[in-house]
């Protein structure tokens, strides 16, 4: 048969190793070269060995034949999973003549350490050095002699702060393990494979540890966040070939030091002192006779879980487009991308030479770097040169936004081959292409990647360079669509989430940020701007979009069903302070950002209880909670209808009269009949007044696009989309933006910079118009019946200035595409992919729609074609009127 069955996943991962879910969900994808190829069963084995398998025995688990064509979301239904236990699977499939396909290739995952009786390991850090203001990163280590052949050795590492693991002088693992969490609750465990690294005979393994979001700097809120200093935690099991287990485990037995790494934090920099560095220390036979006895900490009292984000990984390397040498003799250099990591330095000079690489988003007037903006953080990089031979730097546990980079210090004469930066973000694959004929669009959906490539690190940050880095639910929620389009999320969401529930008030409101990091007990933005509140409108109301959100992308209900009780919280919780259903003007941000434009507080609170309640009644839906799916629904339709009586008159009239207004509450469904359409006509009205430009801040301008286009307004959408003058997405890029910008008025003609207290040039909230761009302009949509994209709704809507699109998604069953374009005499040709497993229903924009070449009665906008797996072709005639 055709089907072949590929690309196996467990947790949304490739052979994942020390996951602690009892119940891990499988994937895999079908290649086919048919037509309409669809899976009608599955077969699932799941052996405690490779031979077992081999043998197609499934003695943890043989699902039988099952009668589905499911390839996403399968639990794990067999024996009790154990503590690092490895498990192997494969999958055969059955197509729609019953055939069966052949076995695919093994997959595999490993459990971690399910039971915290099961860590011998002490937390060990090192003891503060008096009269230091900035410590050096402790550096640890262990000598230990392994007897016998290696079967297998697995390292279980973590850290109250950040480590860098080293085995036999090898690094192990990626940039800032363990990620950010509310430390007071929770600290992710990440495990690795070290057998290849381990020899019979003598070892060492040690970690560099750094301060990171536990007692570095975080954002506004200062630095000792949740501790002093940081400690480390690591377990190595090793499994001899004779049957013998040992456990190699931090304890005082441990040595360590200072170092090199004379201070590292997150907001204030790095200083690297080469003269210092300890050559062989994570080696065997190394001195550490001088070296000092650790702290240990007497214990942890939150959790341990197993890694659940992505990790962060360097995923580019860029090279300057150009340089220049400054009157001081400094080098000033463009990386050509505003961008997120650090820079790496080549250089000769003498010993005790300092090089200081200073990083800026913009560049003032006279050609200096603009560092207004950053507050009080220090995007600066110190090294002292040992002097031996050429030497180069990067750093290890800080990381910087920035375009240009000034080099202080270098001695010599500098060039384009000196530096190159580094870009770094959680590692989500690309899922997303999109292209038109407009340059412009096209600049526009680059920015809107390089935001979120700038600001998913760990947790999605509302800003790279300023000392902020924090990350703001309301934010996240407007973006997540566009983000899970761009890039695979499933995982750094599922985590965002923990971060959320972790900060979730007693009385079920959610906060404004996540991880708390102590934003409730210090109330530092209450004493200083008065704005402090635990449940802003659009900012909490994340811990009901996003679950949602996943559901839509990646078919996962079980998110659903583990936050279920929290998102119940947080919507009685709303109920419970309100003024019969309307959420009273209280302190919050509002309509963040938007230009010109007031949006009563009050208002938008009212709409976005409404659209919480709407989504958790489709969510108890979905899970099957019939009871609840009635009593949501029901109360949002009172919601709605408070809503119309507080703040709509009988005219269309919403109270504010801003777009946010309108736009919100057209999108959440506030709005009824006549209402609704005089409502429709308002919103345009104000846009047409304003020269069609917008007015919208971070939670009106994700709606305001889609909005406007399932109202009939298609074509003052894509007059806003390619807007060129001020306020508009286009007027940053006209002035060299390469990322989406904080404030639509970050930097103007007449005005220069805004508030230097205030103004990121990259922040991804304003490119929320992203999912616009996939949903409608390209068409891609997913079916709520049938989630992930197993059905994908093909809506392409041509328009505005735009005469060609293609777009991409690469969903779990595969990559689903469509590519259109427009002549001027009206013809339009749509070529539309399905992936192998998934179906499509495709509506055609125009009369006369033929499908690869033969008329479809009755097809277009109304109807749709439903097709299945495969390429086809679509073509029909658009009239000068429009879609």
Known sequence: MSLRVVHLKTEYVVNPLGLDEKKPRLFWRLDSTERGAAQ?????????????????????????????????????????????????????????????????????????????????????????????????????????????????????????????????????????????????????????????????????????????????????????????????????????????????ATDSSWRTNRGPLQYSDMIKGEAYDARLELDGWDRPGFDDSGWEQPDVRPGYNGLLTASIEPPVRITETLKPISVRRTESGSYIYDMGQN????????????????????????????????????????????????????????????????????LIGYPGEADLETIVGKVIHSDTPRTGRLQTNDEMVNKLYSNIVWGQRGNFLSVPTDCPQRDERLG?????????????????????????????????????????????????????????LNWFAPDNAGWGDAGVVIPWTLYLMYGDTRILDTHYEAMVRWVEYLKANTNELVRPDYANYGDWLSIDADTPKEVLATAYFAYST?????????????????????????????????????????????????????QFELLEGRVRELAIARLVDNIRARGNRLSTGFLGVGYLLPSLTDNGQLDVAYTLLTQEAFPSWMYSIKHGATTIWERWDGWTEHNGFQTPSMNSFNHYSLGSVGEWMFRYMAGLEADPAQPGFRRAIVRPLPGGRLTEAKAEYESLYGV????????????????????????????????????????????????????????????????????
């Not at 060492?204 to 935690?233: H, N, Q, S």
């Not at 008030?505 to 530092?524: L, N």
């Open 40 to 248: 009608s069963a599955y077969r699932v084995l799941v052996a405690s060995s490779r031979e077992a398998l081999d043998r197609h025995e499934g003695d943890q688990w043989d699902s039988g034949k099952v009668a589905s064509s499911s390839q996403i979301q399968i639990e794990y239904d067999g024996k009790p999973l154990v503590s690092e236990g490895c498990y192997y699977w494969k999958v055969q499939v059955w197509d729609g003549a019953d055939r069966p396909s052949d076995w695919s290739e093994t997959a595999f995952w490993t459990m971690g350490l399910l039971d915290r009786g099961e860590w011998k390991a002490g937390w060990i850090g090192r003891k503060t050095e008096a009269n230091v203001q900035m410590q050096p990163s402790p550096y640890v280590r262990k000598s230990f002699a392994v007897e016998g052949k290696i079967q297998r050795a697995t390292a279980y590492a973590t850290a109250l702060g950040l480590y860098e693991l080293r085995v036999n002088g090898e690094k192990v693992g990626d940039l800032f393990a363990p990620g950010f969490t509310d430390y007071d609750k929770r600290v992710q465990v990440q495990t690795y494979d070290v057998t290849r690294l381990l020899t019979e005979g003598d070892n060492a393994v040690g970690a560099v540890l750094g301060d990171g979001w536990y007692c570095g700097t975080v954002g506004f809120l200062g630095d000792k966040v949740y501790g002093e200093r940081p400690f480390f935690l690591l377990q190595i099991h090793i499994e001899l070939a004779d049957g013998t287990k040992r456990i190699v």
């Open 339 to 406: 961008m997120v990591g650090w820079t790496e330095v080549k250089v000769r000079g003498e010993r005790g030479r300092k090089v200081t690489l200073s990083h800026a988003e913009m560049l003032n007037p006279d050609g200096s770097l603009y560092l207004d903006n950053l507050r009080v953080a220090v995007q600066q990089d110190h090294y002292v040169l040992k002097g031996e031979g050429e030497e180069s730097y990067e750093p290890r546990f800080t990381f910087h936004g920035f375009r240009y980079v000034e």
């Open 472 to 528: 703001w639910t309301g934010d996240a929620q407007i973006f997540a669509r566009t983000a899970s389009y761009n890039m695979d999320v499933s995982r750094f969401f599922t985590k965002f989430m923990w971060d959320m529930i972790d900060a979730q008030q007693p009385s079920g409101a959610f906060t404004d940020v996540a991880p708390d990091a102590g934003w409730i007990r210090h109330k530092m933005w209450s004493t200083r």
């Open 614 to 666: 709407k989504l958790l009644s489709r969510i108890a839906g979905v899970l099957g909670r019939t009871e609840d799916e009635a009593h949501y629904d029901a109360l949002f339709r009172d919601i709605a209808a408070a809503f119309r009586r507080a703040f709509v008159d009988e005219e269309g009239r919403i109270h504010g009269e801003t777009q946010t207004v309108y736009v919100l509450a057209l």
């Open 816 to 883: 689903l595409s469509t590519d259109w374009k427009l002549s001027p005499d009206g013809r339009f040709r749509l070529n539309v992919r399905v992936p192998a497993g998934a179906t499509a229903a495709v509506f055609v924009p125009g009369a006369d729609v033929r499908m690869d070449g033969q008329p479809v009665s009755g097809a277009g906008m109304s109807l749709a074609i439903e097709i299945g797996s495969g390429e086809y072709v679509f073509e029909s005639h658009i009239s000068s009127t429009g879609v």
